[in-house]
């Protein structure tokens, strides 16, 4: 027997999900040792939970006996260190966020520790809602979202004016994973021309120029990070529309704001930042043609479903040692 220890909220009709899934599982859920979820899909749970010292020892306990960890305890990367470390027969570790490569480079852990375990995220779960966010990015820009705000909270009629269309402009897909492809499914059902590019700067560089939006959908690595520079930035086609759903460091957030205030870019709809929770006195925060969401708009009333849908597949794939899906690069961390 498997001994699977859920260690992240979840709902029980999932837990069941899982525990159908092969009668080789041991599947161990006891949600009164989690923190109670706050909303819909909450993995990490209230953060002032505790647990009494029985609890404390009987958590720990389960988890030191565990194969198979489905979530981080808090998914805090201190968190991820202990669990290794205090269960020697853990062997695979399900992650509840498509980032997890990020929080276990974090983690501290030595290489033998971190090679010991099969690791996987929930890359590829949250590509829906993301892609949805991307498109209602670039179609609010477009349409003059901003301007309408303003006109309303004047109490101001405007005469007529034209606005953009979504049909014939090129869209530019940094990041070709499944949040990429669903991007860019999206935006040729609107009828818009799709370019689509990995992280080779080369052909970054020779399609930038040409795209009227451009959709970021990279994870963070030695490569990617301040990819989109000030350069890069000012290369973009003058009235482009960024959209980052990516993650922030990806992007260097001070020559944004200088080219979305120059007016060189129409506008940016922004779900990932260098620094979270943006800072007060971000400059972003003051900018009407800018689009914050505070890292939220991957989460979903479907999330977990998905990600126990992705867990299930990957309990059967090891069990038959197979290949993992979403699974970990822990040469990059992603």
Request: zero cysteines.
């Given at each position: 027997m498997a001994r699977v220890v859920i260690a992240s909220p979840l709902e029980p009709e999932l837990v069941e999900r899982l525990r159908a899934v092969d009668d080789r599982l041991e599947v161990v859920f006891e949600p009164d040792l989690l923190p109670p979820p706050r909303y819909p899909c909450d993995h990490a749970g209230d953060p002032a939970f505790t647990r009494t010292p029985a609890q404390e020892e009987r958590f720990t306990q389960l988890v030191s006996e565990a194969e198979v960890l489905f979530g981080f305890p808090r998914e805090e990367p201190e968190q991820i260190a202990w669990a290794v470390r205090i269960a020697p027969k853990l062997r695979f570790v399900q992650a509840t966020f498509a980032g997890?490569?990020?929080?276990?480079?974090?983690?501290?852990?030595?290489?033998?520790?971190?090679?010991?375990?099969?690791?996987?995220?929930?890359?590829?779960?949250?590509?829906?809602?993301?892609?949805?966010?991307?498109?209602?990015?670039?179609?609010?820009?477009?349409?003059?979202?901003?301007?309408?705000?303003?006109?309303?909270?004047?109490?101001?009629?405007?005469?007529?004016?034209?606005?953009?269309?979504?049909?014939?402009?090129?869209?530019?897909?940094?990041?070709?994973?499944?949040?990429?492809?669903?991007?860019?499914?999206?935006?040729?059902?609107?009828?818009?021309?799709?370019?689509?590019?990995?992280?080779?700067?080369?052909?970054?560089?020779?399609?930038?120029?040409?795209?009227?939006?451009?959709?970021?959908?990279?994870?963070?690595t030695a490569e990617t990070r301040g990819l989109f520079d000030r350069t890069r930035l000012a290369s973009m086609r003058p009235g482009a529309i960024l959209v980052n759903v990516g993650r922030g460091a990806v992007l260097d957030e001070q020559a944004l704001v200088e080219a979305l205030r120059s007016g060189h870019l129409t506008g940016a709809a922004l779900d990932a930042f260098t620094e979270e929770p943006l800072p007060a006195d971000s400059a972003l925060w003051e900018l009407d043609n800018v689009i914050i969401s505070p890292h939220t708009a991957a989460l979903s009333v479907h999330e977990n479903e998905r990600i126990v849908e992705l867990f299930a597949d990957n309990l059967r794939r090891y069990l038959a040692g197979e290949e993992l899906r979403s699974r970990i690069r822990t040469d990059l961390f992603y």
């Open positions: 997890a490569g990020q929080q276990l480079a974090a983690a501290g852990l030595t290489r033998e520790e971190v090679e010991r375990i099969a690791w996987a995220s929930s890359a590829g779960v949250h590509a829906t809602p993301l892609a949805e966010w991307s498109l209602l990015g670039i179609l609010a820009l477009t349409k003059g979202l901003p301007a309408l705000q303003r006109d309303k909270a004047a109490r101001r009629w405007r005469e007529h004016w034209p606005v953009g269309e979504l049909r014939g402009q090129t869209l530019l897909v940094v990041g070709l994973g499944e949040i990429g492809r669903e991007v860019a499914r999206l935006g040729e059902a609107f009828g818009m021309r799709v370019e689509g590019v990995s992280r080779r700067e080369g052909d970054l560089d020779r399609l930038l120029p040409h795209a009227d939006a451009i959709v970021i959908a990279l994870p963070l």
